[in-house]
């Protein structure tokens, strides 16, 4: 529908409310579970049954199209750096896969920008974004077009 | 209402949206603006927000300069050849020369790419698209930005754009509400970069049931990206000019991968290729068109529409050849589960494997967006070295609106930007805003109180509707004078689908059926004054539903105004069922007045800066 919760594996930590992009997981208020208000709002995007510890959180396909008996599972390990999936076919069948979602420890190669040395006013008024052109790997500079080449065909 | 507590924020610069786009406007915007107060205002968690919260499997604007691979003139002619000449070329030119840097950001930063293990470079899944292991996208350009702002605030639905009163024309900054704790939120900026992504949900999609989430673009892409702008009166191009994607059936799985590296392909229900079958027939609309390469995606669109139309359905792509090499099999299926889980659902709940059984593809609900194979969205100042006069205006992606910039999906005439597309120009909004910021010097933007809580009455009257409404009934729906967001989404979308051109048409329509189509959207417009929300949730919904409407408002308009078919397999003019360069090869502007909710439409001149040249016409 399309996600539902297991009661039994529920806590109520809330962390599939804090992360789903619909805003369609809640906590009930009788149950003090997470529950989907709005499953024809549900984007089947997984992004609440990643970001649950308890595993409690799961998919069946929309009802309109989705035939009961398959599942798709899965398991994000941001410390491993991987996620694996686990589809099992109405008919039983199964296939597995594994995917890297990382290549360096987490955030530690983005730049903090405001400790870097300042820009000056020449740079500001080119045309060149952060780190250009040295980010572009190309010794040419930032491409640009002439001035005459402009007005080629003009249409209203 | 006195109850609800105001939260006042003054900025210089104010992101509204956290995507693609906004990532990289509050990424750069430190760069340049090192001690100004950035903030950035997302609608759900900036962690996984926006088209992109399940990952993505390639990247699909990528140039290759390095390697002579692509040059961003090339770039030019490819978006202009597949949206039927109609592009505003100096912003795809200008997004292509930067888009390299950014994707090479992103491999520094940790986001898995494949590579061509022969020639190490990036490994290709087409021309322009690179293939990734993306499922952790959307959390690590968010933690670029998160680095960045100052601030970022998550659970924030922006409803209204505030305008500054010392002058005219001029934005003052943005107002919305918490949907957590209820909170009224004022930000008062000098600079606004809307970057709050397409428009899903404004025409009747296929399924209407529990499915009508599974929808192609996200269903929270709500279109706020047009409604704020055309609310203040800036100016939007080539909004008639929404998409019509081909996917898989049902889940929407993208098809870009199987076709340009699985190398499958389509035939009809009885194991023919169609898409030929229709080439003559399609010439006779759009004349030469049809014999550019590659052939237009809305022109291929075409021709499987009217095929399935002459009885030759179900379409289905060839997967049972490629899908023998486990390597292949295993990119079909880690494609879906990187960005379009649902689509592997519906294949183990159908027993679909694709390695015996050709699934089916079919054509989608239309969309209104601005990155991806279409151009919808604000009128916007190109950068000054690249744009002609009636391009330029002062700063580069600024709208018609002094301060206001736009990114990703809100900037119209820049198609085939895609993800790293719209973070770059994310990046090339926020240099302009920073420079827009400091020409100002201590100019200060006036925004009295009560434009304030004038806005604050406007917001949260849906509860105060439904709390009285609802005292009126026993239980229940329905109520004579409130409606609900689900019910007024439901008739929006039956009013595009019917009279704009959706799929209970075949994407047909012609100018009376618009007529009539504005005339009911006018009276829906009505109506969402009167519209009930029962919680903090739902009045979310309420604006959701409220920007669509305005933005569907913009886009029959549009459609209206143009009287050919530009682009047949995205909608058809049934009374100008031909393509007529006569006359409209020129790219359409509306502006909404906001005073009297008036739309006066003109056309604009096309400019091709960028020369015919090599195999792409
Ligand atoms: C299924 C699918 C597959 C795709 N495949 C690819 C691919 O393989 N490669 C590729 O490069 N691109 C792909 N794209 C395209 C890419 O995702 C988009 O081009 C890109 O995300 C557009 O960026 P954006 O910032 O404009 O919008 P988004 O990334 O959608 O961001 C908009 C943000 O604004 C927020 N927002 C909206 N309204 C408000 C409001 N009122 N107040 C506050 N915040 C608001 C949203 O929550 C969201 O975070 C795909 C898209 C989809 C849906
Ligand atoms: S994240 Fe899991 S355990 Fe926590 S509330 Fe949600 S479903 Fe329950
Ligand atoms: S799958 Fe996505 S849209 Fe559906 S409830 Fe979970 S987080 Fe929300």
Redo the contacts between chains.
Sequence with gaps: ??TFVYMTRCDGCGHCV???????M?IDKTTRRAVN?E?????????CVKACPQDAID?R????????????R?L?EEEKGT?S?K?????G?E?N?V?????????K??????E?E??DKEA??S?L????PD????DTG????KKE???????? | MGKIKTVLEDCDILVVGGGMAGTGAAFEARYWGRDMKIICVEKANIDRSGAVAQGLYAINCYMGMQWDENQPEDHVRYARNDLMGLVREDLGYDMARHVDSTVHMFDEWGLPMMRNKETGRYLREGKWQIMIHGESYKPIVAEAAKKSADKIYNRIMVTHLLMDEGKENRVGGAVGFNMRTGNYHVFRAKAVIVSAGGASHIFKPRSVGEGMGRTWYAPWSNGSAYALPIAVGAKMTQMENRIVLTRFKDGYGPVGAYFLHLKTYTQNGNGENYEKKWYEHTKKLVGEYIDHTPVPTCLRNHALIEEVKAGGGPIHMVTTEAFQDPHLEEVGWENFLGMTIGQAVVWASQNIDPKYMNPELTTSEPYVMGSHATCSGAWVSGPEDLSPPEYFWGYNRMLTVDGLFGAGDTVGGSAHKFSSGSFTEGRLAAKAAVKYIQDLGDENIKVSNKQCEDFKEIIYKPLENYTVGRNEITAGTVSPSYLLPIQGLQRLQKIMDEYVGGVGTNYMTNENLLKKGIELLGMLQEDLEHIGAEDYHQLMRAWELKHRAITSECVAQHTLFREETRWPGYYYRGDHMKLDDDNWHCLTLSRRDPKTGEFTMEKAPLYHIVDDNKDSK
């Design positions: 529908m399309p804090d992360i789903c992009p619909s805003d369609i809640h208000i499953p024809n709002m549900c984007w089947e995007c997984y992004s998919v396909g929309y009802a309109d199209f989705a035939p009961l008996g398959h599942s798709v899965v994000r996620i999936w589809v099992k076919f109405r008919n069948h296939k896969f995917s890297p979602i990382t290549t360096k420890p987490w955030g190669h983005i730049p903090k920008l405001s870097l300042i820009p500001l008024d045309e974004l952060c780190f250009e980010l572009l790997n190309v930032l491409p640009t077009l080449q402009l007005k080629q065909g003009v249409y209203y």
